[in-house]
T-cell receptor, first 115, second 115 residues
Framework: DAGVTQSPTHLIKTRGQQVTLRCSPK?????VSWYQQALGQGPQFIFQ???????QRGNFPDRFSGHQFPNYSSELNVNALLLGDSALYLC??????????????FGNGTRLTVT | QKEVEQNSGPLSVPEGAIASLNCTYS??????FFWYRQYSGKSPELIMS????GDQEDGRFTAQLNKASQYVSLLIRDSQPSDSATYLC???????????????FGKGTKLSVKP
């Protein structure tokens, strides 16, 4: 049973550049949520995709955008990178129409460093 | 501002002791509560879920919920060095139906179990 997979595992970018991170959900899941985890902090919710639409969004600027594909995989795009965007980016998958207590399954994350 | 508060620690306990981790949350209407364990450099791993007042036990782990006090705790009995990790409290404060992808996380409590 394939879990949540993310790519790449590590990435180094320069300020002002753009980056795309990718996620494949756990088999059988249809919803992808993205989180940002800065060093020493808990994960912060960026947004959630279901049926190829953004369903919920956290307090992140428009530089952060996403996409979900028909096969449920997802991309996170960040434009005009800032030093403060350096963090571990986590993807989590779940079932949208399950009960509210369906747990999230996290991928191993992408470590983004902005120099 | 919806918040989840945890002591950052570090919390140090001897091997075999009970570790007690605490968490408070701001939104009285929150429905579901989770404890995640995160080893250094790894992604969060769900260890306990709790949805109603009282205790929920799973092996050496017990989660306790008191909605009136807006308080969640995690007890780890017979602590082992392998339990050394950061423990994240997460709360689903979303009022919307469907998946609980939007979790509010605390900053985490770092636990160290000394042999």
């Amino acid at each position: 049973d394939a879990g949540v997979t993310q790519s790449p595992t590590h990435l180094i970018k320069t300020r002002g550049q753009q980056v795309t991170l990718r996620c494949s959900p756990k088999s059988g899941h249809d919803t992808v949520s993205w989180y940002q985890q800065a060093l020493g902090q808990g994960p912060q919710f960026i947004f959630q995709y279901y049926e190829e639409e953004e369903r919920q969004r956290g307090n992140f600027p428009d530089r952060f955008s996403g996409h979900q594909f028909p096969n449920y995989s997802s991309e996170l795009n960040v434009n005009a990178l800032l030093l403060g965007d350096s963090a571990l980016y986590l993807c989590a998958s779940s079932l949208y129409l399950s009960s509210y207590n369906s747990p999230l399954h996290f991928g191993n994350g992408t470590r983004l460093t902005v120099t | 501002q919806k918040e989840v508060e945890q002591n950052s620690g570090p919390l140090s306990v001897p091997e075999g002791a009970i570790a007690s981790l605490n968490c408070t949350y701001s939104d009285r209407g929150s429905q579901s509560f989770f404890w995640y364990r995160q080893y250094s450099g790894k992604s969060p791993e769900l260890i306990m879920s709790i949805y109603s007042n009282g205790d929920q036990e799973d092996g050496r782990f017990t989660a306790q919920l008191n909605k009136a006090s807006q308080y969640v705790s995690l007890l780890i009995r017979d602590s082992q060095p392998s339990d050394s990790a950061t423990y994240l409290c997460a709360v689903n404060m979303s009022r919307r139906g469907g998946s609980q992808g939007n979790l509010i996380f605390g900053k985490g409590t770092k636990l160290s179990v000394k042999p």
